[in-house]
């Protein structure tokens, strides 16, 4: 199983794959959540493998697992700015489609605003944005700024980790540190003004996600010149896992759609 990538195709450290596809295929780079990690995506990062359909990558933050030495970033541009640095001899070579889940949409949206702006008109073909309302929608709830036992239940509550780790205090000592500035730099994100990406957006979310109203998803829309759809899949905040084959399958449609220029809206 293959982790970092060859260190002549990815010089940041921020880069990771865990299954071959195929060279001339789209290339599907996956943002994480708040405190999560690229082997969280192992299970989506392996179904869309699978089909031979793309590539994918995944990034993986600083300050967790092979990168916990390292100073987490605490806000959205940095993470950005840095993913670019590490995407961009790709997005000279190949179309990128980006998926980001929960914090991640945002690092995704920015990273896409980016790569339009550099990349040499080789921007992403399509940005899939997850588990989070429009880059527009402010999210402060203050979580960043919680004693540990309250951001350990803040956690729990959203039923993404398992209560073992919750309950392991050595390890979340380790965590804890990397999740506070993912919270830091979600909460006080403020993105442009009416920023928009010319690539086309598909924004998913679970049903049953209260943090996610389906109005303020569908405020997606008013960050793309192109094509919008969203899509919804039984599940809370964190559906993907349960749900990685059904996701994986609509990843794909998707990624066919963005080639294409298909992409027809559900709403």
């Known amino acids: 199983m293959s982790t970092l990538l060859g260190r002549g195709r990815d010089r940041t450290g921020w880069l990771r794959q865990y299954h071959k596809g195929p060279a001339d295929a789209p290339?599907?780079?996956?943002?994480?959540?708040?405190?999560?990690a690229a082997t969280g995506y192992f299970g989506l990062s392996a179904a869309v493998s699978a089909a031979a359909q793309v590539e994918a990558f995944i990034v993986q933050y600083p300050?967790?697992?092979?990168?916990?030495?390292?100073?987490?970033?605490d806000n959205i541009a940095e993470m950005a700015d840095r993913a670019v640095e590490a995407?961009?001899?790709f997005a000279e070579e190949r179309r990128l489609v980006?998926?980001?889940?929960s914090m991640g949409s945002t690092v995704a949206f920015e990273v896409a605003l980016r790569l339009e702006a550099r990349a040499q008109g080789r921007g992403p073909l399509g940005l899939i944005v997850s588990g989070r309302g429009a880059a527009s929608v402010q999210t402060n709830q203050g979580v960043h700024l919680?004693?540990?036992?309250?951001?350990?239940?803040?956690?729990?509550?959203?039923?993404?980790?398992?209560?073992?780790?919750?309950?392991?205090k050595d390890l979340m000592a380790a965590?804890?540190?990397?999740?506070?500035?993912?919270f830091k730099a979600s909460e006080l994100y403020q993105g442009t003004p009416g920023a928009q990406t010319r690539c086309p957006i598909s924004a998913y979310s679970g049903k049953a996600d209260r943090g996610?109203?389906?109005?303020?998803?569908?405020?997606?829309?008013?960050?793309?010149?192109?094509?919008?759809?969203?899509?919804?899949?039984?599940g809370g905040h964190f559906y993907l896992q349960p749900r990685e084959q059904e996701v994986s399958r609509s990843i794909l449609d998707d990624v066919h759609a963005f080639s294409t220029g298909a992409l027809v809206g559900s709403r």
């Open 212 to 234: 996610v109203p389906v109005d303020e998803l569908l405020q997606w829309r008013e960050h793309t010149t192109g094509e919008f759809k969203a899509r919804f899949f039984e």
């Open 175 to 182: 965590v804890l540190p990397a999740l506070r500035a993912d």
């Open 146 to 168: 919680l004693s540990d036992e309250d951001m350990t239940a803040s956690m729990a509550a959203l039923s993404g980790t398992p209560a073992a780790l919750l309950a392991d």
């Open 98 to 101: 980006l998926f980001g889940h």
């Open 63 to 73: 300050g967790r697992q092979d990168r916990l030495a390292e100073a987490c970033p």
């Open 87 to 89: 995407l961009l001899p």
């Open 27 to 36: 290339l599907l780079v996956f943002f994480p959540h708040a405190g999560g």
